[in-house]
Structure formats: structure tokens, C-alpha cells
């Protein structure tokens, strides 16, 4: 098990940037994919970047171009750098993990975009 916390949320103008840290409570060397999910109020989770072990990067299309997925495996860290926000990226931001069958939810930070 892992488990996952994020952090680094806030409240920010259009057109600014936060950027999301994912701490581990083990090493994810072996974990596979890890990625960044959000919800806002009233609408399901949706994918918003994920990274594989190997570095392999996914974005959804709302978001390439404007958000930066990395992972740093030796301090079990996984990081979002969302540049260019829009009132639209305002959601809970959720760190997730899957690896072998499992997977594990950090329990979210909030962004917010103002307009």
C-alpha cells in the first residue's frame, strides 16, 4: 500500500500558476503510472496528466500545453506545474497511484481560478 498527499493548492487569478506536489509514504520506483486527477463540484473525475516509471507523459487535451507532469522517484515525489490557468481548471486535484492490481487516492487539494 502507499499511501499519498498532496499539496500546493490555492486560489489564483486567470492566466496565473500553481504548481501540485504528490508526497508517497514509500518509494514509487515501482510504481508503474502515477498521475493527477480532478473533480469539479457536480461533474465526475476525470483524468488530467498521468507519468509512467520509464517517463512517459499523457495530458488531457484541456490541458497540454499549459500543464507539466514530472516525478522525482528517489524523494517518492510527484509534481504538476499548471501554468496559464483558467477559471475552468477550478476542481479538487487528486494524486493516484496504480501499480500490480492496486491503486491508491491522496485525499485531494482544491484549486481555485478566479476571473
Known amino acids: 500500500q502507499v499511501q499519498l498527499v498532496e499539496s500546493g493548492g490555492g486560489l489564483v487569478q486567470t492566466g496565473g500558476s500553481l504548481r501540485l506536489s504528490c508526497a508517497a509514504s514509500?518509494?514509487?520506483?515501482?510504481?508503474?503510472?502515477m498521475g493527477w486527477y480532478r473533480q469539479a463540484p457536480g461533474e465526475q473525475r476525470e483524468l488530467v496528466a498521468t507519468?509512467?516509471?520509464?517517463?512517459?507523459?499523457n495530458y488531457a487535451d484541456s490541458v497540454k500545453g499549459r500543464f507539466t507532469i514530472s516525478r522525482d522517484n528517489p524523494k517518492n515525489m510527484v509534481y504538476l506545474q499548471m501554468n496559464s490557468l483558467k477559471p475552468e481548471d477550478t476542481a479538487v486535484y487528486y494524486c493516484?497511484?496504480?501499480?500490480?492490481?492496486?491503486?491508491?487516492w491522496g485525499q485531494g487539494t482544491q484549486v481555485t481560478v478566479s476571473s
Open positions: 493516484h497511484a496504480i501499480w500490480m492490481g492496486f491503486q491508491s
Open positions: 514509500r518509494s514509487i520506483f515501482s510504481i508503474n503510472d
Open positions: 507519468i509512467t516509471s520509464a517517463g512517459v507523459t
